[in-house]
């Protein structure tokens, strides 16, 4: 039998409030044992489980591994717009003007990651 990855797991100050965000981008919800304060903070959504872990130190340096998100329901730009008012960061714009590219992001505590277009919009320009 093979491994497989259970969790991607992200070093954070606040496990409860960095999971929170992570739940609202991914339209799921923090476990139900999470509570304010607590060391971890877990969110299950398909594709992925994020498992959210308090360190003493803080992110000093880019991060080695990102993820990268792909909208379901609406197109590159929208995702950005929403994401931008759940509390992250626009950190590097890579989107052309003939709609290829990604948006660089950050989270609330400063962890990259980007958002690529839609399958649709891929499709569209294909």
Not at 59 to 70: E, G, P, S, Y
Not at 100 to 115: K, R, Y
Request: contains cysteine; aromatic residues 4%.
């Amino acid at each position: 039998m093979t491994s497989l990855v259970r969790h991607v797991t992200i070093d954070c100050a606040d496990a409860y409030s960095l999971g929170s965000f992570w739940a609202a981008v991914l339209d799921a919800e923090l476990s139900d044992d999470d509570k304010p304060g607590d060391p971890e903070a877990l969110v299950e959504s398909p594709g992925a489980n994020l498992l959210f872990i308090r360190v003493p130190e803080g992110k000093t340096v880019k991060n080695r591994v990102h993820l990268d998100l792909q909208p379901q329901d609406r197109t590159r730009d929208e995702e950005v717009e929403r994401l931008l008012g759940l509390g992250a960061t626009l950190i590097d714009d890579r989107r052309n003007a003939d709609g290829t590219g990604w948006a660089t992001m950050a989270d609330p505590e400063g962890n990259e990651f980007c958002v690529e277009r839609s399958a649709a919009e891929r499709a569209a320009t294909a």
